[in-house]
């Protein structure tokens, strides 16, 4: 008799399958031929390699409010209302419609994003704002695959080039170093020529530094809303100060070890150390604002007063 314990609880995990493998089905119709087109085209770039990491990070995120799926098979769950029924009726319109144009005029910024009000409304259809409520850092955090517009991309570039140059230019002349500028190219460094391209315009960088900084805020989970805020503040301007050395470092390992060198191995590990080094700085700005701001949730869980 104890042999069908198992066997029901079993059918008890696999009792939600019965609503949601249509739905699931449904959503990798859409969105693996999307995937396996990014897989094999923009995320091979150094400007879009961040994607697989948000996915997986998504991913995740989903799998760890995983019970709220359970939800309807609760005794005491409560059923969508009819606004929420409307509403995710309309959100799921909008985003089918949003991924048919860019499915078919290859835009992927209503492709890729179309996937965010799908899965919304999905959500407030079968389950209600409960669901939407648990999961709303998850389908925010998918912002971060939606690549650049392109006018957002070439409105911002040219500035930060610009700017970065200047800096990186300052910086080593006032060093001893003999640097020269003209525009964006950094001319007479030694015997070389550099130009600084649209890659180290430190654009993208500032949009995966900023899903990490985010992400560690929502994991972090701090109580002070001074904390969050002056970190959030400071995601960008990491980025940027973590861009303008980049750029000098490539300069210095050109002029000392020549142009193979600055345009080889060492410069692809210059943009992974970018990123490492953003986020350390967001770490240890984060650990210094501790003292100033402590975490009064951790004070009373451990019985200490707030």
């Known amino acids: 008799m104890n042999t069908l314990a198992p066997r029901a609880s079993v059918l008890d995990a696999l009792a939600p399958l019965k609503i949601w493998w249509p739905i699931i089905i449904g959503l990798l119709v859409l969105y693996v ?24 990070v998504t991913l995740f995120l989903i799998w760890q409010q995983r019970a ?14 009819g606004v929420e029924t409307s509403v995710g009726w309309t959100l799921l319109v909008v985003g089918l419609l949003a991924y048919a144009l860019g ?11 179309s996937q965010i009000p799908v899965i919304l409304g999905m959500l407030l259809i079968t389950l209600g704002m409960r669901a939407a409520r648990a999961l709303w850092f998850a389908l925010f955090f998918l912002i971060f695959i939606v690549p650049l517009p392109g006018f957002i991309v070439d409105a911002a570039t040219g500035p930060l080039k610009q700017y970065i140059s200047v800096i990186a230019e300052q910086i080593l002349y006032a060093a001893g170093y003999p640097i020269a500028r003209s525009g964006v190219i950094l001319l007479t460094v030694g015997q070389y020529q550099l130009l600084v391209a649209d890659a180290c315009s430190g654009l993208h960088s500032m949009f995966s530094l900023s899903a990490m900084g985010l992400l560690y805020l929502y994991l972090m989970q701090h109580t002070s809303t001074a904390r969050n805020l002056l970190i959030m503040a400071a995601i960008l301007p990491i980025a940027f100060a973590a861009n303008v050395v980049r750029v000098m470092v490539l300069i210095l390992v050109t002029y000392h070890l020549g142009d193979e060198a600055g345009q080889g191995f060492l410069h692809d590990f210059a943009g992974i150390m970018l990123f490492v080094i953003g986020l350390l700085f967001l770490f240890l700005l984060d650990w210094v604002l501790g003292f100033i701001f402590p975490d009064r949730a951790r004070a009373r869980a451990t019985g200490g007063k707030p």
């Open 33 to 56: 031929p999307t995937y396996w087109m990014l897989a094999h085209g923009i995320w091979n770039s150094e400007e879009q390699a961040h994607g697989p990491i948000v996915l997986v």
């Open 68 to 81: 709220v799926f359970m939800a309807d098979f609760m005794v005491d769950a409560a059923k969508p209302s």
């Open 103 to 113: 499915r078919s005029q290859d835009i992927l910024l209503f492709e890729v994003g």
